[in-house]
């Protein structure tokens, strides 16, 4: 996501500003309340390190695109934050759901309290509750802070409630896409293509793109018929980013995914791309090699093969082309610069391709 | 809790009303998303009746008794409806947490979606992640949509600052005694009782008591200095009404309880009670009799009987007595009708003690 779009570094400058307030706020308020209370809150904050602010840049670039006032703005920075508390409170509970107790080789809330309780004595089993109990709290208490920082940015009144409209939607439908996503994961039987499609697009798309695009023009003052195409644009260039993903899982380099080249294909995880090789006549050859996959490398490399030679991947591959197509067509309603951006952005989708 | 406080009828009408539509306006937009989607809003919903609408009567009752004008604050219902969202989202999470499937003998959120699960022919270990992942989406639903709320609500601007900072200790400081309920439990060797009370207090009494007293206040007018009289009495309110609690669990009637009689004798749950118990002479007695009640209702009279008899109980219901002495001394420095809801709600709380 790094490359796709990036803030000037005044912009950084502001968001991770606004980010330390919040979470500065909280420390103070949890040291009188003891040792687990700050730890609980340090968890929070250091989930919020390391991330590439992707969301809040996205607030700023469509604010800037659509010639928005920056002096007069003084909640952008706060907004945009908002998106970023967000995304770390998703996050969290998405660990919590997945029984992740590392992120990218580091212990998460849920990894660190339980470190902790077993340095209190605790057992196995009271340290898992423990575990589970502080990424309950830290994401909950992240989420309400999103939610906080939007309801008191200093912004025009009449911009609150379109800014919750599009925050209602981002909390709703990524939370209907997370439960799909699990029941897709254990429900017996094999989900059709367009279900697997569809939580694609919910788990990501409206809080990671069509939300943060629409609050940076609701803050720049542009009008509901660009707000509009910008929402179909994000849900497009979301869906787009999510398949781009599952090719990263399935054939990208370690250095690309951030964990184990192919992981998906050990995890024997069900994505779009399996289930259109489900479809093509290859499926029997796809199918026993992709049950070998957990063994190790050398299976992996061979179902990456035949999912190749199927013809899956390049029909996932010519299925982003179209979203994108579709997104650069419906963009030519904008005016030049929100269109450069999500042009940039299509751009940057594409280049992810492995 | 009922009958410390009601409201008038047209008052829980209007805060039901306020309630209904977040949850038609959720099912609204669930609907187009399937099957799951709408499952999770109507389990959320559900978890949302039968509830006393304690802490919305108390929104209502404080803005009545400063004499707030109904006709001039439209808000007042989505305000007072947040608290109830806000207590429904803690109490979802709070099972969650606890590995309850059930409240009150009826599935929760996390039953349901394991009976929904295992009848959409998913193992157990299945239906557990799809239960456990519609507790967590649920709870963080409703937890927003308590904050959406009262951003949005129809009130003056210069009170949105203040009643979200009283939504801030709300969230937070619930969450940190949570946190220490779940470590007390677990970690090895025995809480001191300064620690238990405090637990005892923050699990409750700030999102019960302080914050719903000082947003009618606010919403109503009064005075910071009248305000700050609300925050501590209603500590020392909540304190009270949770160590009640406490004494219920152990000694009251099936019917009050509103479970097993004795139950916490039967959890061998760690409650300030016991641990005034530990401090008395008595306490090899007690100790023997308690490591005995969970095996059954002979050894739970057993057990009561000597946490009578070593003194524990009449300690801690003067500990109560003193913390409700506290609340009306302090209470003398309000106006004539704030100070009788609080002698109301004191009463109400010592008229439970079993």
């Known amino acids: 996501m790094v490359d796709m779009i990036s803030m000037p570094d005044d912009s950084t400058t502001a968001v991770d500003r606004a980010l330390d307030a919040v979470l500065t706020r909280l420390a103070e308020r949890a040291i009188p309340r003891g040792a687990a209370a700050l730890a609980l809150i340090r968890a929070a904050s250091d989930a919020t390190t390391g991330g590439k602010r992707f969301r809040p840049a996205l607030v700023v670039a469509a604010f800037d695109a659509f010639d928005g006032d920056r002096g007069a703005t003084p909640g952008l920075w706060d907004v945009a934050a908002a998106f970023e508390l967000l995304h770390t409170a998703f996050v969290i509970h998405d660990d919590l759901i997945d029984r992740d107790i590392e992120r990218r080789g580091v212990p998460n809330v849920g990894g660190t309290f339980r470190s902790r309780a077993r340095s209190l004595g605790v057992a196995d089993d009271g340290a898992d509750r423990i575990g589970d109990a502080a990424a309950v709290l830290a994401g909950d208490i992240l989420l309400y802070e999103a939610a906080r920082l939007v309801a008191v940015a200093d912004i025009a009144a009449d911009q609150r409630v379109p800014l919750f409209g599009l925050l209602d939607d981002a909390v709703l439908v990524s939370a209907i896409g997370e439960l799909a996503d699990v029941e897709q994961a254990v429900v017996p039987g094999e989900p059709e293509t367009t279900q697997l499609l569809s939580t694609a697009h919910d788990k990501t798309a409206v ?148």
Chains 1, 2 share one sequence.
Not at 250 to 266: H, I, M, P, V
Not at 323 to 329: D, G, N, P, Q
Request: charged share 20%.
């Open 207 to 354: 809080y990671s793109f069509c939300a943060p695009l629409a609050a940076g023009a609701v803050l720049a003052g542009a009008d509901a018929g660009d707000r509009a195409v910008l929402m179909t644009v994000g849900a497009d260039l979301g869906l787009a980013f999510q398949l781009v993903d599952d090719l990263i899982g399935t054939f990208g380099s370690e250095a690309q995914a951030g964990r184990d080249a192919g992981a998906d294909l050990r995890e024997a995880k069900r994505t779009p791309l399996i289930s259109l090789a489900r479809e093509t006549s290859a499926w029997p050859q796809v199918s026993s090699a992709l049950a070998l996959a957990p063994t190790g490398p050398i299976a992996v490399r061979a179902a990456q093969r035949e999912l190749h030679e199927s013809g899956a991947r390049d029909r996932l591959v010519a299925l982003i082309g179209q979203t994108l197509a579709s997104v650069r067509r419906r963009a030519t309603e904008l005016p030049t610069e929100p269109r450069a951006l999500i042009e940039r952005l299509a751009t940057g989708i594409e280049g992810r391709i492995p």
